[in-house]
């Protein structure tokens, strides 16, 4: 029996150009215990109604979870998720490994790749290149493009600047070389106040960044887990926010509801400002996903652009 080609992803960026809506994406990651795994099936099988455009998978610091990145891909589409975007780093890997890598997920019919340095590997402070490997997005980016010319690629970015970044001008600099070494859509970091996000698509534009520019947002869980994010990501924790979690205490269920509220109410400011999609940082969780569905069921109801 001849065995069959793979499914071939359809571009993201093909998606964002012809949105009559913005789209929805989830960011899944790879888990480290079997209790872990457990915890990504539910969320796997509970989000699956909730119809999102596409979905991510992390490559885990230091390129520690590649194997079970592709793993979780795979998954995914036998649940009917798609297209499905793995992400892949420089870290760990000379540039004919990622050659290799970049043939493998094309051979498997992925054709969205989000596109990153990624973080130093565990134990260990800096970034170092790889022996024969990239320093950096832009150079994995013009790598991917090299070798595949149709693949979809993503880059991210961040609202409140690089915390290695010496100022908002080298950010933005690095940012448009990654633009124009192939990215099709840039994804953001997390931000917990909207400004961040428009004044930074605006200073985008005055730089000559004319692709789609998707806001990422992860709902507060609890004050250590939005603290510890916000310190390694250089976001700003609103006092606001710190203090409703503050308040909960030890009552975590308490603290997961002022969160997801919180993210609520930025879905919702955003929404009405028609941004090209929603990318949501949902921890492997169903609960994180509600807020999308309740700003939606907000706006629906009243036709208001703000929930207080």
Known sequence: MKNESPAVDPSISDLLHKRTRPLLSYEFFPPKSEKGMNALQEAIEGLLNSSPDFVTVTYGAGGSTRNLTFEI???????????????????????????????????????????????????????????????????????????????????????????????????????????????????????????????????????????????????ALSLAQIKRITAMCGATLPNPLAEKLVSAGDDAEAAMNSGILWCTEQIIDLLKHDVPGIHLYILNQIRPAMAYQLAQTFIEMTGKGDAS
């Not at 859509?185 to 428009?198: D, K, R, S």
């Open 73 to 219: 891909a795979a998954l995914l589409r036998r649940f009917r998720y798609g297209p499905v975007m793995p992400h892949l780093t420089c870290v760990g890997n000379s540039a004919e490994e990622l050659n290799a890598i970049a043939d493998q997920i094309h051979a498997e019919g992925y054709r969205n790749i989000m596109t990153l340095r990624g973080d130093p590997p565990k134990g260990q402070e800096n970034f170092e290149t790889a022996a024969g490997g990239l320093d950096c997005a832009r150079d994995l980016a013009k790598l991917l493009k090299a070798r595949h010319s149709d693949f979809c690629l993503g880059v991210a970015a961040y609202p409140e600047g690089h915390p290695e970044s010496r100022g908002a001008s080298e950010d933005m600099d690095y940012l448009k070389s990654k633009v124009d070494a192939g990215a099709s859509f840039i994804t953001t970091q997390l931000f917990l106040e909207n400004h961040h996000y428009y004044r930074f698509v605006e200073r985008c534009e005055k730089a000559g960044i004319e692709i789609p520019i998707l806001p990422g947002i992860m709902p």
